[in-house]
């Protein structure tokens, strides 16, 4: 899997970085993606091509922001026989909610991602995903404090493993759970979809939905700045892209500290995601820091940088053994009703 990384040149690696982190939403966004690399637009465009074909970049397209749109989330441990893993989390798949899904080493074995629309009950669908996946215990891990969503990986190979984080802190939305107008809908539904690679892909979007283009990046820039949409950017398929240690490192956090502690946690470039969530009898961790690194050693030198940065050691590293699922979720879709209808007794 590293050897696809290792044949990127210097171009293909600032490129990964930059899209990464933010895909500029204007008019020809690759001629500024060019500009940028000092090369040419239908270069950009080509290179981009051969990183989708070669499954180092997943999808290029808004990160919209679950609760913002009025969707409830949460991250699920579910645990299934050891036999049965596989079969599980191919149900658990089915759900068109479920983002995320992967096998840890862990006695709750399967790590899963669900959001379901304002109209229904997460704890409803994740009750009747358990039964329907065989698990003998699942429990929901919402998160109660975001601190931080956003994956940056390095494709240079130059940052150190302690560097600090570009990807802006977790702020919350001020128009979180309103309703989205028609239009703000019918731009949603182009914005999350994939982009086309081609050199006025935004237009593209306009002619569907009938408006113009400076509607449609109008409605873009309103949607990251209102905080609805967290950025504009790219997902790469991380063990293709050299990237194949994933640890979610949970830590036991005095409650008093549990601010400072996660905002100082959110920090670390190599820190994707970082949340305060529920503890239970059994588990003490409160808050947990997704981890990614070319090698373990590399998410461990990270997590011995954050034990420095903030004293606390009582820690677990959860590294994933399977990826069973990593989608966004669509939105504004009627999957969401037809799994109901098949699913779920209405009363």
Not at 91 to 113: A, K, M, Q
Not at 125 to 144: F, K, N, P, Y
Not at 298 to 313: F, K, L, M, N, S
């Amino acid at each position: 899997m590293a050897a696809a990384a290792r044949a990127l040149d210097e171009i293909d690696q600032e490129l990964l970085n930059l899209i990464q982190v933010a895909f500029p939403i204007e008019p020809r966004p690759f001629a500024f993606l060019a500009d940028k690399l000092g090369t040419t637009e239908d270069e950009v465009i080509a290179r981009l091509a051969r990183l989708k074909q070669a499954s180092i970049v997943r999808q290029i397209s808004m990160i919209f922001d679950t609760r913002a749109l009025g969707y409830r989330s949460s991250l699920i441990a579910t645990r299934v026989p050891d036999g049965h893993i596989d079969q599980a989390a191919a149900i658990i798949n089915e759900h068109p909610g479920v983002s995320h899904n992967y096998r840890r080493d862990h006695e709750f074995n399967l790590w899963w991602t669900i959001a379901v629309p304002p109209t229904s009950s997460l704890e409803d669908h994740v009750a009747r995903v358990h039964d329907l996946a065989g698990g003998e215990s699942t429990r929901i891990m919402h998160a109660i404090r975001m601190f931080k969503i956003g994956v940056d990986l390095d494709m240079t190979g130059r940052r150190r493993m302690d560097a600090r984080s570009t990807i802006p802190a977790y702020r919350t939305s001020e128009r979180a759970g309103e309703l989205l107008n028609p239009t703000e809908i019918a731009a949603l539904r182009e914005l999350q979809e994939d982009v086309e690679l081609i050199p006025l892909p935004f237009a593209a979007m306009a002619e569907r939905m009938g408006v113009t283009e400076d509607e449609v990046l109008g409605a873009a820039h309103a949607f990251i700045d209102e905080g609805r949409a967290r950025r504009y950017a790219a997902v790469l398929y991380h063990r293709r892209a050299g990237f194949v240690a994933n640890a979610m490192s949970v830590w036991e956090v005095p409650e008093d500290r549990i601010e400072e502690v996660g905002q100082t946690m959110a920090g670390f470039a190599a820190v994707s995601h970082c949340y305060q969530r529920p503890t239970y009898p059994d588990w003490p961790y409160n808050v947990f820091g997704m981890l990614h690194g070319r090698n373990k050693e590399d998410c461990e030198t990270a997590a011995r940088a954050i034990e420095v940065e903030t004293g606390v050691t009582e820690r677990r590293m959860l590294y994933s053994t399977k990826e069973y699922k990593k989608v966004r979720v669509r939105y504004y879709t009627d999957e969401f009703d037809r799994w109901e209808r098949e699913h779920l007794t209405r009363t």
